[in-house]
């Protein structure tokens, strides 16, 4: 059933974690990349741990772990690093690479320094562009240094709201204070990148509020920034208090969508923004086509037929037994839970990644790369979003309007094929 409901799911990527199942039997990682194209890889490196749980976060992530801990996770980066260069074999090369989480910067200055090791372990990391998350609290001038001396491209800070009491509001409880000198120390030791995250839709947000920190964020000359709306999600602590804040979210939506354009920045998606004269170094990957390698127990890896990862939870004591669990695994050499992706789904992946793009589906590479005609394949889906005039197509493209890019929490989940949507129904929460 297609609904227009504006906020039903971020399809940041498809399919999503709850849709994967333990695979059975196990393929061995040297059979899942044997015949996928290695030379142009995005390595992501994931970091479990923040040093507190924002209200509105689902990632997998915890709170407050102790260097015994961390230091064990690295152990097992290493020993997960060895077994992945061992599936690849000798040809690989990685193109980019990204530290998310959680918050990376959790980690001390001599953990950063041992993770790059680690990374650099990849061949061409370090080389190409590297991004890097971090928390205002964290970004210490330290860990920064690191991050610069290792070649750190795009530093990307979560703010949330430059208003305090905001920031309470969403569970976020830090001061423009600190925020702002974290910032002062990002420019100071100086990274091509700096993108900002901010949330709409927090409770008492008003559009005044909210230009005030955009304007907050707009003073640090960003070369990025991500407007997220805040979203009632049932696994966090904010989805117990269940509001409808559609119409909040939309007019706010425009409102910063609209400044931002004003203020010469171009709209690359529903939420990213960014400076066109910016200097690049961002870590855009192209999730259609390009292979991702993810290292540690939140991560996924892509192929062209397999997604893979470990176990998913939110649940903070499910997450902390999944991070127990890998910190003492010694056998890396199999995917263990994943989605496989047969044509129908690679088609339909190419597509909504694309389609949730300001630039659109480009129809001839889609035609190159499958065969078929992108109009045909969706035509059932994308009916409804053309009679409300939110589909432009033309000669070489299909591309949403900007009404249908406001509307891509709605499009995107009307396009899951009836596999993922029953498996994403039939998850089990942890
Ligand atoms: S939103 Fe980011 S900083 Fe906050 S708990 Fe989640 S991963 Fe950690």
Redesign the pocket.
């Known amino acids: 059933m297609t609904t227009t409901a504006p906020y039903q799911a971020y399809v940041y990527a498809y399919p999503h974690k709850t849709a994967y199942r333990p695979l059975e039997p196990e393929p061995s990682l040297q059979k899942v990349w044997t015949a996928e194209p290695s030379d142009s890889l995005f390595l992501y490196m994931h970091v479990p741990f923040?040093e507190?749980?924002?209200g509105?976060?689902n990632?997998f992530?915890r709170t407050g772990a102790p260097e015994e801990l961390t230091g064990a996770y690295l152990d097992a980066l290493d020993r997960q690093a060895t077994a992945v260069l061992d599936a690849l074999g000798g040809g690989a090369s990685f193109a980019t690479a990204a530290f998310g989480?959680?918050?990376p910067t959790y980690f001390t200055a001599a953990e950063l320094e041992r993770l790059c090791d680690i990374a650099g372990r990849f061949p061409g990391f370090g080389k190409g562009p590297l991004g890097v998350e971090t928390?205002p609290a964290t970004a210490t001038t330290d860990r920064l240094t690191v991050l610069a001396e290792r070649g750190t491209t795009r530093v990307s800070i979560?703010v949330q709201s430059f208003i305090d009491e905001e920031a309470r509001a969403a569970v976020?409880p830090q001061k423009r204070a600190e925020v702002e000198a974290a910032l002062d120390r990002i420019r100071a030791v100086g990274f091509p990148t700096l993108n900002i995250d901010l949330i709409y839709g927090i409770d008492g947000q008003t559009p005044a509020t909210w230009l005030h920190s955009l304007n907050a964020a707009l003073e640090w000359r960003p070369e990025e920034l991500y407007l997220y709306p805040l979203y009632v999600r049932p696994l966090t602590g904010l989805g117990r208090r269940a509001q409808d804040w559609d119409d909040q979210r939309l007019a706010l939506y425009r409102l910063g969508r609209d400044h931002l354009l004003s203020e010469g920045y171009e709209q690359v998606s529903m939420r990213m923004f960014r400076r066109p004269e910016g200097v690049t170094g961002g870590t855009e990957y192209c999730c259609q086509t390009d292979g991702m390698v993810g290292l540690g127990c939140g991560a996924r890896s892509y192929t062209a037929g397999l997604h893979y990862s470990f176990e998913y939870a939110v649940e903070q004591r499910h997450v902390r037994s999944i991070i127990d669990d890998y910190v003492r695994e010694d056998d890396f050499a199999t995917a263990r839970v994943g989605f496989e992706l047969d044509a129908g789904e690679q088609r339909r992946r190419h597509f909504l990644q694309s389609l949730l793009q300001t630039s659109g589906l480009d129809r001839s590479s889609y035609r190159t790369r499958f065969g078929t005609e992108p109009c045909d394949d969706f035509s059932v889906e994308l009916a409804p979003f053309d009679d409300l005039g939110w589909l432009e197509t033309t000669e070489t493209t299909l591309r949403l309007t900007p009404e249908g890019l406001a509307h891509s929490d709605a499009i995107g989940p009307a396009l899951f094929s009836r596999r993922v949507r029953e498996s994403m129904a039939s998850y089990k929460a942890r």
């Open positions: 923040c507190m749980r924002c509105f976060c990632l992530t989480g959680g918050t928390s979560g976020r």
